[in-house]
């Protein structure tokens, strides 16, 4: 066998020369060519153009968008399906499961539980109060390209594709990721894309935008300090002002102005404090026509209003809540859940992991005249057994509300337990546990094996099981395929 190498210097000029050589036949013998790539001259994203980037967009952001809405709603359902049936397989196999779940299993043909129509959004377009906007480069070769990346993260090989007509971002969202691409295109100072950390003469980051129904901005520009001074540091912020108070982006209408000067992938407040650079230092938003709440730079609020309403509506609805009732709010956030249903109950007990959602709490409680409520800093695992173990000795009735991250409750595992179900679990004055999961079929799948699973006291889960009672989708995130689950459970008896 003999191997050849060709150079060329342009992608383009192989492609022929290949297409001749592989049609090209010796008797009894073929001619092989393939083309091979410079890790740099690779195209970041296969098929992207500048002429079909917003197709690709569509088909990375919003993917659903080309189906009617009864379509949307109807591949939800199955998704959810297929996930609680994955679930209740899991189930089947344990040997220790209650005879009780097993039948309930089985009469429902494998489902875990009955499942209802996925709920609809009120609203399906520009839903979005809240969008992460990139810098990376865009399908002409621009480095300093703002908006949303597409592609693989993990490999590296990503592009970013301006906003363009996303039917589920804000114009307002839109018009500052244009102004912000063109104050980074004209600083003195270099953009960074999120891979590349480890550079030292880049500078400006991502930015998050975020706006109420009342359509004041918030805007929070995250910034790499290097070996800048503080003055330096200072004279990056007055660069912020001048474009987007005084300057061309005055047209955003900012009303918060933040920069954070963060040297890791993510920086929680209390490691880079957020500096208000200009404007009020929150928003404020109305939910269900009475309740007022406060939103920070790093606040969790629910990115679909109206949809929330449905959300929260349902919650309060399905929770079974008495005038005697603890509720125990888990990832509780700025407060909403327990605001919201703290009128039907004696007592609310919010946990959270972060300082500035924990403070939004506590002054969202003051806004709404909330006076039954106490919102605790620490983590689920580490503040869950002991308000369990509390409760349990005043022979409380508890409801529990659980609302994770994306990462579902394994952010607090050790090892492969967790810790929060486990606790839950144990307490066995909590009667009924809504399950909230914005990401069923990722992490949380877990929990919702092991609040039903039989006891296995090796592994740290005692107490009777929690029946799952019902589904309810609630369709959060229209034209993506992202669907939000309510799961109902009740304590075994």
Request: aromatic share 8%; hydrophobic share 35%; proline share 5%.
């Amino acid at each position: 066998m003999i191997s050849s190498l060709f150079l060329f210097r342009k992608h383009e000029s192989p492609k022929s020369i290949i297409r001749v050589i592989r049609n090209y036949t010796f008797p009894l013998s073929r001619l092989f060519a393939s083309q091979h790539l410079q890790e740099d001259e690779r195209p970041l994203v296969e098929g992207v153009t500048v002429e079909n980037m917003n197709e690709k967009l569509f088909e990375a952001i919003v993917p659903y968008y080309k189906y009617s809405y009864k379509q949307q709603l109807e591949l939800k359902h199955e998704r959810i399906r297929k996930t609680l049936q994955d679930v209740a397989t899991t189930l089947i196999w344990d040997e220790k499961l209650h005879p009780f779940i097993r039948k309930q299993i089985q009469s429902l043909n494998g489902a875990l539980c009955p499942i209802e129509a996925v709920k609809p959004s009120p609203r399906l377009d520009y839903y979005r109060n809240k969008d992460e906007i990139s810098i990376g480069v865009g399908p002409d070769g621009d480095e300093k390209t703002v908006g949303f990346l597409i592609g693989k993260m993990t490999t590296n090989r990503q592009m970013c594709i301006p906003s363009g007509e996303l039917p589920n971002t804000r114009a307002s969202h839109k018009l500052v990721a244009k102004h912000y691409q063109n104050f980074i295109r004209n600083h003195r100072l270099n953009a960074m894309h999120q891979d590349q950390l480890r550079h030292t003469d880049l500078y400006w980051r991502h930015v998050t935008v975020r706006s109420n129904e009342a359509g004041h901005v918030m805007m929070v520009v995250f910034f790499h300090p290097q070996a800048l001074t503080e003055a330096e540091l200072i004279e990056c912020q007055r660069d912020l002002r001048d474009y987007f108070v005084d300057g061309p982006g005055r047209e955003c209408n900012i009303k918060s102005l933040y920069f954070q000067a963060c040297r890791h992938t993510r920086c929680s407040c209390d490691r880079s404090p957020f500096q208000l650079v200009f404007g009020e230092p929150y928003l404020y938003e109305t939910l269900l026509e009475k309740f007022r709440f406060r939103i920070s730079p790093e606040s969790f609020f629910q990115v679909n209003l109206k949809a929330a309403e449905v959300l929260y509506t349902s919650v309060r609805e399905e929770a079974a809540l008495r005038s005697n009732t603890t509720l125990l709010d888990v990832c509780c956030g700025t407060g909403v859940f327990g605001i919201v249903m703290s009128d039907l109950v004696e007592q609310v007990i919010g946990i959270d992991s972060v300082p500035l959602a924990i403070e939004d709490a506590r002054v969202n409680s003051q806004l709404n005249g909330i006076e039954n409520a106490d919102w605790l800093f620490g983590t689920a695992q580490s503040r869950v057994k002991s308000i369990c173990s509390t409760l349990k000795e005043g022979d409380k009735d508890v409801v529990a509300i659980i609302n994770p991250a994306r990462s579902g409750l394994r952010k607090d595992l050790k090892a492969s337990t967790n810790k929060v179900v486990h606790a839950l679990r144990a307490a066995e004055n909590v009667r009924r546990l809504i399950f909230v999961a914005c990401k069923p079929e990722g992490p949380a799948m877990h929990s919702f094996y092991e609040l039903s699973c039989g006891e296995r006291r090796r592994e740290g889960i005692m107490g009777a099981p929690f029946i799952p009672v019902k589904a309810i989708p609630v369709d959060m995130f229209p034209h993506t395929e992202s669907v939000e689950l309510i799961l109902v459970y009740d304590r075994l008896q």
